[in-house]
């Protein structure tokens, strides 16, 4: 049972006025289609607290949890799917340098990214790679007081407007077994050596930049390592862990808003002399979407609860975004569908919440990744 | 024993079509898709070379060929990434209209522009109150003397820029029964009081100029009429068979390129342990499920087009074909995207444009909760 308490509803009260006051339907498609970044509306989100709330208040934060976290990304994705999950990853991967850098590191960057001064992009995958990171072509090596990188990355987001990137590297060539030999190292975007590529139109979110990224001899401090040598595979899965519970929270808020829409439309929507809400086949919908988002939603919120209590498991985390994700796949389509030739329209936005539902159930683990960790967890690996 | 049977005239007409898409269209989709639009000239090359119409009679220009024709033309725009070009609905749901019920007159007008495709035709159903129910249409055409003047708005009219004429469903507000009152009209583009509105902005179909058109107090000859006054419910209904079925095989023709292009990335993409993707279990029964999907979606659209050429009344199979067909090829396309990942959401590559196009498959031409409400009226439940 998931009561909010005080500060939690008090914080959900907040981002839903924040939304309403600021998302604009018009604006939003604008910033899609030229594909432009939504500054002031990211600032203000800064401003009054939603980008870093579990952060520790000395890195300009609020000192509160990933439930928290999960309630402010729920709210904006539910008024708008695309602006909402632009926001919610304004500090993506920044959780890597909250949970394992050290104090110069957090004190240097985390509060920029609270006060709205930074974007952060999470530099993980590569092109000849898959999304499981097991083989990491990107290196680093030491050289007196540098790390010196050579690789690329794709995949990332907020690629060309990022002021850092936390980048996963091959650190030891020669460990036994590759995924021990990896590190993570923060980057600055101007350091020298470093492109971005821009990888076009993607399915949605388009505001939100995604780029490839292309190392030719950057050199960063030694102590821009994230934790420890060596466990950068581990701790990039350990934020994972934490950050598929935030893509679970998008997913719930964007099936929310979806599903408000359509329940809108079907009671004033007429067809045949009456709303097409007195259909049973329509209110049977209603009845289906309201499963999906009601049982993603407790998933999603015991998810962030576990983590907070430090008991999150990644098997759980993994089947919180499986849930969470294709529910928000479900319930947006329903709604597409509801609508009819309307849903299909750019200018009804719900077919853009349909289109970022599915990068929602696509990106940082899909199916098969996720379902191996699962089953790994369960099982335990058999020859 | 093959379903279909294609004569060397079929498998050489496929052939030619094929180059000639190789050619005309395929180097240029992606180019539409950004413009929103294809240009008008490729419409004239298609006829030019035979591609439209062909199952308009020899007297008209037309090949005078049977509905296989269709197939293979529908079959080969599956595979060229746009839908600007929408040639199986200009031929095979629009001009059918033009062709059965319009008057020697009218044909003789227009079917060898349809043919030749100086004349790109669309069809006016759907209203902004009216898309389901057709017994809910608000457009009015009102005699008067030897003109009948069309006043009302209609939307998501594909075609409906570059259309250079329209069949129009319209009532007669004296007539009480909402179905008598239905007549269809051809509207020539240009004509005073029909206005094209702006193109409409979609999640698919980027290259499809989808429009509302707005009919204000313009006047036609009656002589534009098609068929009998107060028939154009039967008209639309009679008609529907074949859109449906056209329907259902560009959902099973797009369902197969999708799979063709989906197998041969799961081959080269490699996973983690540097392993293709298809050596992954899960990654192969995803696949055999889509191409069994597809198995069954082709036995069942090939003999539904050898009913359809053998004229049977197939109502409720093509009505299942549509909504089946529809939620398949959507099934295919989605499951695809979540075996590629974040390769999925990279519009550079087909498939996510495939996803988004597949989507609509299952609202228009009757959304598929109008085909299950047709059915079990058919099935007497």
Redesign the interface.
């Given at each position: 049972m998931f009561e909010f308490d005080k500060s939690q509803q008090q914080i959900q009260k907040a981002v839903k006025a924040f939304a309403k006051g600021e998302f604009d339907k018009e604006q939003i498609q604008e910033f899609e289609k030229n594909r432009e970044y939504p500054i002031q509306i990211w600032k203000k989100a800064a401003e009054l607290g939603f980008i870093g709330i579990h952060y520790p208040e000395q890195f300009s934060g609020a000192n509160l949890g990933i439930f928290e976290n999960v309630i402010v990304a729920e709210e904006l994705c539910r008024k708008d799917s695309s602006m909402g999950i632009t926001i919610t990853m304004a500090g993506y991967a920044s959780e890597c340098i909250l949970r394992f850098g050290s104090d110069e590191l957090k004190s240097k960057y985390l509060p920029k990214i609270a006060e709205g001064e930074s974007l952060s992009g999470g530099a993980f995958?590569e092109p000849d790679?898959?999304?499981?990171?097991?083989?990491i072509f990107t290196t680093a090596v030491k050289k007196g007081d540098s790390w010196v990188i050579n690789g690329k990355k794709?995949?990332v987001l907020n690629g060309s407007s990022a002021d850092f990137y936390i980048v996963l590297c091959q650190t030891d060539p020669n460990a036994s077994i590759p995924i021990n030999g990896t590190s993570l190292i923060l980057v600055d975007a101007k350091t020298d050596g470093l492109s971005t590529a821009d990888?076009?139109?993607?399915?949605?979110t388009n505001m939100m930049s995604?780029t490839d990224l292309k190392f030719e001899n950057v050199k960063v401090p030694v102590t821009n390592l994230i934790g420890e040598e060596g466990k950068g595979y581990d701790n990039v899965q350990k934020f994972f862990t934490e950050s598929r519970i935030l893509f679970a929270a998008q997913a719930i808020g964007t099936a929310q808003g979806a599903y408000e829409r359509a329940l809108e439309y079907i009671k004033g929507r007429?067809?045949?002399?009456r709303p097409i809400a007195a259909?049973q086949?329509?209110r049977h919908k209603i009845a289906d979407m309201c499963i999906k988002i009601e049982s993603a939603k407790l998933l999603t919120y015991e998810s962030a609860q576990r983590f907070d209590n430090g008991k999150l498991d990644p098997k759980f985390s993994a089947l919180t975004k499986i849930a969470a994700t294709n529910a928000a796949?479900e319930v947006t389509?329903e709604a597409?569908?509801l609508l009819?030739?309307y849903?299909?329209?750019?200018?009804y936005e719900i077919?853009?919440f349909?289109?970022d539902a599915?990068?929602l159930?696509?990106?940082e683990?899909?199916?098969?990744?996720l379902?191996d960790i699962i089953a790994n967890t369960t099982i335990g690996k058999l020859k | 024993m093959d379903i279909l049977r294609y004569t060397e005239q079929h498998n050489d007409f496929r052939q030619r079509l094929r180059n000639f898409l190789a050619e005309e269209v395929k180097p240029y989709s992606d180019q539409w898709e950004k413009d929103h639009i294809v240009p008008r000239e490729i419409w004239n090359k298609m006829g030019k070379n035979g591609f439209l119409c062909t199952s308009v009679s020899k007297e008209y220009g037309g090949l005078g060929g049977d509905f296989l024709y269709s197939a293979i033309v529908c079959e080969e725009m599956a595979a060229t990434g746009q839908t600007g070009l929408a040639a199986p609905l200009h031929s095979d749901v629009v001009v059918p209209y033009l062709d059965e019920y319009g008057s020697v007159e009218l044909k003789k007008k227009y079917l060898p522009g349809c043919v030749s495709g100086e004349v790109v035709t669309a069809v006016a159903m759907?209203e902004p109150?009216?898309?389901?129910?057709l017994?809910?249409l608000q457009t009015t055409a009102i005699e008067d003397g030897d003109e009948v003047v069309i006043s009302g708005s209609k939307?998501?009219i594909s075609n409906g820029i570059l259309c250079d004429i329209v069949i129009v469903a319209a009532k007669d507000p004296a007539v009480q029964d909402p179905y008598q009152a239905l007549s269809l009209y051809v509207v020539e583009a240009g004509t005073p009081g029909f206005d094209k509105g702006k193109q409409?902005?979609?999640?698919?179909w980027h290259s499809q100029d989808t429009a509302e058109l707005f009919f204000n107090n313009c006047r036609i000859p009656k002589t534009n009429l098609l068929g009998e006054k107060g028939y154009g419910f039967l008209m639309l209904m009679g008609k529907l068979q074949q859109e449906r079925l056209v329907c259902s095989m560009g959902a099973l023709y797009g369902a197969e390129v999708c799979l063709k292009q989906i197998v041969a990335y799961c081959k080269t993409?490699?996973?983690?342990?540097?392993k293709p993707?298809s050596k992954?279990q899960?990654?192969q029964f995803a696949l055999v499920e889509m191409a069994a999907d597809i198995k069954i979606g082709r036995t069942f659209v090939d003999k539904l087009i050898a009913d359809h050429i053998e004229k049977k009344d197939i109502k409720t199979e093509t009505s299942m074909a549509k909504f089946w067909t529809t939620e398949m090829t959507?099934r295919v396309l989605?499951k695809s995207?979540?075996?590629?990942?974040?390769d999925?959401?990279?519009?550079?590559n087909l498939i996510?444009r495939g996803?988004?196009d597949a989507?609509?498959t299952?609202?228009?031409a009757g959304?598929?909760?109008i085909m299950?409400f047709i059915i079990s009226k058919l099935m007497q439940l």
């Open positions: 995958i790679s898959n999304s499981d990171l097991c083989r794709t995949f990888q076009g139109t993607k399915l949605g995604m007429e067809q045949f002399n259909f086949s329509v796949m389509n597409v569908q009819g030739g849903g299909y329209m750019t200018e077919e853009h349909y289109r599915k990068v159930q696509i990106r683990g899909n199916f098969t990744v379902k | 759907t109150g009216a898309g389901s129910d017994s809910s939307t998501f409409l902005e979609k999640m698919g993409k490699k996973d983690g342990t540097g993707l992954s899960a990654v959507n989605g995207l979540e075996i590629m990942g974040e999925g959401m990279v519009e550079a996510p996803w988004r989507r609509v299952s609202i228009f959304t598929n909760e299950k």
